[in-house]
Nanobody
Framework: QVQLVESGGGLVQTGGSLRLSCAASGRTFSDYVMGWFRQAPGKERELVSTISWNGGIIEYADSVKGRFTISRDNAKNLVYLQMNNLKPEDTAAYYC????????????????WGQGTQVTVSS
């Protein structure tokens, strides 16, 4: 079992920044591909970004490329999502996720989910 707890969400104005954190516990953190997803009301859950166990492979959704940065600290069992130049369309609940297989994360089917943290961007 892996437990994931997100933090760092909040209300920010357009153009502002937030950094989300996800703390993992329960298993060897570096065994897992980590991902950030988001879901806005009335919309499907969207994969925002993934990062491999050592940070060597990183992916972003086109909608966030150049604005969001994913990173991880395996010594602290943490994964981050730095979000800059935020837009109202970034408003959503953001979820951290983990799986040992990248394909499961990419297919929106990771084995472990956090409870989510709300990000609201005002115009």
């Amino acid at each position: 079992q892996v437990q994931l707890v997100e933090s760092g969400g909040g209300l920010v104005q357009t153009g502002g920044s937030l950094r989300l954190s996800c703390a993992a516990s329960g298993r060897t953190f570096s065994d897992y591909v980590m991902g950030w997803f988001r879901q806005a009301p009335g919309k499907e859950r969207e994969l925002v970004s993934t990062i491999s166990w050592n940070g060597g492979i990183i992916e972003y959704a086109d909608s966030v490329k150049g604005r969001f940065t994913i990173s991880r600290d395996n010594a602290k069992n943490l994964v981050y999502l730095q979000m800059n130049n935020l837009k109202p369309e970034d408003t959503a609940a953001y979820y951290c996720a983990a799986d040992t297989q990248r394909i499961r994360v990419q297919r929106n089917e990771p084995g472990y989910w956090g409870q989510g943290t709300q990000v609201t961007v005002s115009s």
